[in-house]
């Protein structure tokens, strides 16, 4: 028994209690789960807001100290370990806010006393913070953005932050995409921590977002089929990453019965579609409305096609927990319900539909 | 990958284990099963909410070439299909599966731009243009009373919290003492009416999904009215006092039906409005101790409280 995060089998019992409630009670027993707690999703994100208040007060009362983000980083990490110890909790969302935030005062605090840092090396420090609280508390959220500040420390080094110029987008591109490719085939092998699977997961579907906005940055516009002149990679590359990552992704995931490869294909489409933005010459409301309409009738004829299990594969809700996603549904189609009208004056109609969320929804595609 | 099945067979084999249960995670954890409705329910809401705003922008840049009424009657059309579409599984008697649910609510957000559109455009309700929303909100309640959606009733609720003038916006926040205060006037007697209808439908026991849905929004409305009553000092004790006793009562009923959601709202805006109201009564001085105490009594008293929840479930 580790005092320092739950072994690999007491975070097996762990997961299968918070993926199956009707299993839940006889999995959280003591000798299963080592005493160690979690949270809902819910309580986890209150939780997390709550270290967050925390973290801000810590550094708000030593803020006429010397020192005061080292000391305030080291203050958060150690009452990250002694929650950890006394109350034995894990993925709670108290711990991982104070240990993320502690470890970037101290990042922060580091990159402030170093003389004249390269900007790359800047990143590079600062991605160690979430780095390290991923790598401490099991969180696979931390490591991916670990790996996207990471990504910027590729394309700031021996560069200048101010001048864009200068910045290696294509490199950080390349390094994102490689990453992405690595999760991807080392998710295919069996771990013994349903975390690692996490962080790997987080990769998959963060690097191809990551790598497709670098090379978006780096392209000089976006393709055309009617283009005057022939077009470049540079130009092709937005679009052939997220095109690539969404064949492998769907072969992988349907194969591998994984959810997270579907995840990274889903935000591939969104990623492949704005690539190719200018390739009909449509106005930007004729090809949200198309699209829109295609994704649309694409998905309700897949829910009924698998209604029925298909190789496995259904659309049918199989037992998983499910309570939060429903409220999750219910603030979704609040936020996305149109405001209010026009008032005296106002010139034109501004509906507003879909103003939250969604890609596109708001007009910026 | 990692899969659950050794502990799973190690749950089968033990007394009193929901056999049934346990063979379906196993087919879960197996591969032998996989459900993709999550995946399709996002999706759905994309494309839903991609389809609206590709018609929003429609209408903006197009209100000079193409016809109002042309216009208007487009929008309508589409809508009207999208309700048909929805309305076929019933009338075959059958279940209408998660696809058509959310053909039903970009019905129901296209009808609302119509609407809106309708209203700007023609002027037809005059001087109280913003009756079109409670119009609005009543249309959408009958429309998901008729096709028993939830999603179709959220609309319907944050119309009528539109109509009242309760815009979730950070603009609002800089209204004022006043604005705010009338604000929270209004979303506590909304949160009132939505209460009422919760508590009807847990006694009539008619649409019973819909009781969850009345009570979410009651809650988020009536803490955000305390909250908002909070930042104007002539109603600042008052605030307190009210979020004191809605906090005690939204924890109770969180309690009493073993429902997480409703202990954390209690734990959550009470933090927060407590925090708030640290900051404008202390100086910086001792603002951050005081608050750092305030957060951390929180997350003992929820650490505590999510402990009895558990104790005491089935």
Known sequence: MSLAQPSPAQERWLVLAARYPALRALAEVQHRTGGWKTSSWLSRCLFFVLGLAGASMILGSLMFVPGRLLLAGLAMLMLTEWMIAQRRVVRSGIEEALHVVGLGCIAAQLVLWMHRPDAGLVAATLALAPLLSGLRLLNPLFTALAAVIGSFAVALSGGSVFLEARLHKQAAALACLALGIAALVAGGRRHARPSHDAMLDGLVIAMPVAAWAWATWAAPGAPRLAAAAPQGLAVWLPALIPAGFILACVVLGVRRCRHAPLVAALACTACLAHALRALTGLPLYWRLILWGLVALAAAVLLEHWLRRPRGGITSQDVGEDSRHLDMLQTAGAALATPRAGGSEGQAAFQGKGGEFGGGGAGGRF | ?314
């Not at chain 2, 003038?165 to 604005?179: C, F, H, N, Q």
Request: charged fraction near 20%.
């Open chain 2, 1 to 314: 990958m990692h899969t659950l099945e050794a502990e799973l067979r190690e749950l089968r084999a033990q007394p009193g284990a929901d056999v049934a249960a346990v063979d379906r995670a196993l087919a879960l954890e197996s591969g032998a099963l996989f459900s993709v409705r999550r995946e399709l329910l996002f999706a759905l809401y994309a494309a839903a909410l991609v389809v609206a705003g590709g018609v929003a922008l429609l209408v903006r840049a197009n209100l000079a070439r193409i016809g109002p009424l042309a216009l208007l009657a487009g929008i309508l059309v589409a809508s009207a299909v999208c309700y048909a579409l929805a309305l076929r599984p019933r009338l075959q008697g059958r279940e209408r599966g998660l696809g058509l649910d959310y053909v039903l609510l970009l019905g129901a957000l296209l009808a609302s731009a119509a609407v809106g559109y309708a209203e700007v455009q023609f002027r037809w309700l005059g001087e109280g243009w913003s009756r079109h929303l409670l119009l609005l909100a009543l249309w959408h309640l009958a429309t998901a009373w008729l096709y028993d959606s939830r999603l179709v009733l959220s609309v319907a609720l944050t119309s009528f919290a539109g109509w009242l003038g309760l815009e979730a916006s950070l603009a609002r926040l800089l209204d004022g003492p006043r604005g705010l205060r009338h604000l929270g006037w209004r979303a506590l007697a909304c949160a009132a009416l939505y209460f009422a209808a919760a508590l009807w439908h847990r006694h009539s026991r008619r649409r019973p999904a819909f009781r969850e849905v009345y009570e979410q929004f009651a809650a988020h409305l009536a803490f955000w009215g305390v909250l908002a009553l909070g930042f104007d000092e002539r109603t600042r004790w008052l605030a307190l006092a009210l979020l004191v006793a809605l906090a005690w009562f939204t924890g109770r009923a969180g309690f009493v039906q073993r429902r997480e959601s409703l202990v954390l709202y209690a734990i959550g805006y009470s933090t927060f409005g407590a925090l708030a109201l640290e900051a404008q009564l202390l100086g910086r001085a001792f603002m951050y101790e005081f608050g750092l105490l305030t957060v951390a009594a929180a997350v003992l008293l929820l650490l505590r409280l999510r402990a009895r929840l558990k104790e005491y479930a089935p």
